[in-house]
């Protein structure tokens, strides 16, 4: 019969070491490869098989999560027609998504709360002075800027670029120079602009506009719908330029910026949630939270990036 001697347990090991004086044998009991050895009796490979396989599957995992986890300059590719029919991965490899756009570069995401309660303050709010238009006029009236033409192709112009406007390198801003390219405005300040149309319709409508070739229209004392009394002077600013048409060329306007801010709006689907909030005080004893907290494109960065790169006056 063969004679069968199992390899010593932990324990025996410890016990045999304690008694042994023998330092060769201490070190041959501690020695790695008879350690080794030991992993190879068949009952203990499971858990290095399945240490092996965890181990494996989280490298897989982190990989993924990697692949999956998108920069803000992802995310505003995907909301641009600036984003190229490849998957970010490649684009990624190969830097196309660093090539600067116009504008899309200086997009970066944050997030802050809203201060948008129903009586908040604010330097775009309130009846026409002339402080209030400027404020306006400097937040939405922007140059145009260029499409160079190796770009042109992403805006879906490409097949009618005869028919698009060149920038003039010759005569413009900073942006106009270097290569060639068309003229462009950027929608978000066509949209903001409609906006201030519409606002300031509001106000010509009550009456808040001083016409100034109307010798009729004066207001005395300063005593305008929204306006705080100031005796002896008229507070409100002229009517603006763009209103001084007929009342039917305005009223299409107002409404074609009606659709611009309803189109964008819709493309836009801002999903934020605003919460519902207790609120003794109010009628219903609750209040949506208009306030919320949103992901918002750094304004300042895109506008100091137009007002640095503009081309065309
Ligand atoms: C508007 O912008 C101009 C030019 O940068 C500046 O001089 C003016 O102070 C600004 N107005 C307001 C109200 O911010
Ligand atoms: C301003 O006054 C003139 C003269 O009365 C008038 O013809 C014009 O329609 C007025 N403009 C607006 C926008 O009310």
Known sequence: ??????????????NHEVESNHEVEKEVVLSPSLRGARWSVPCNTIPLVVSAFMLLLSVINVFVAKQHHRTGKECATETSIWCMPLPSLYLNALGALTVSAPVLEAVKYEDFDFQNDFGQLSIYRGPPTKELEDEWHNLTFKHAVKIPDS?????NRHPVRDQLVRVMPDNGGPGAKGELGYSALIDVFHQ?????????????LTGNYRNTSDPLDVV????????????GEDPRPPIPNDFMTTPLANRIHIDHCIETIRKTLMCHADVTPIMIMKDKKAPLKERADFSARHRCRNWNKISEWMDEQWAVR
């Open 192 to 204: 903001l602009h409609c906006l201030n149309r519409i606002r300031q319709y509001t106000w010509l």
């Open 1 to 14: 019969m063969p004679s069968y001697r199992p390899l010593p347990s932990t324990e025996e090991e410890s």
């Open 151 to 155: 770009k042109v192709h992403l805006t």
């Open 220 to 231: 005395p004392h300063g005593n305008v719908p929204g306006s705080p009394n100031s005796p």
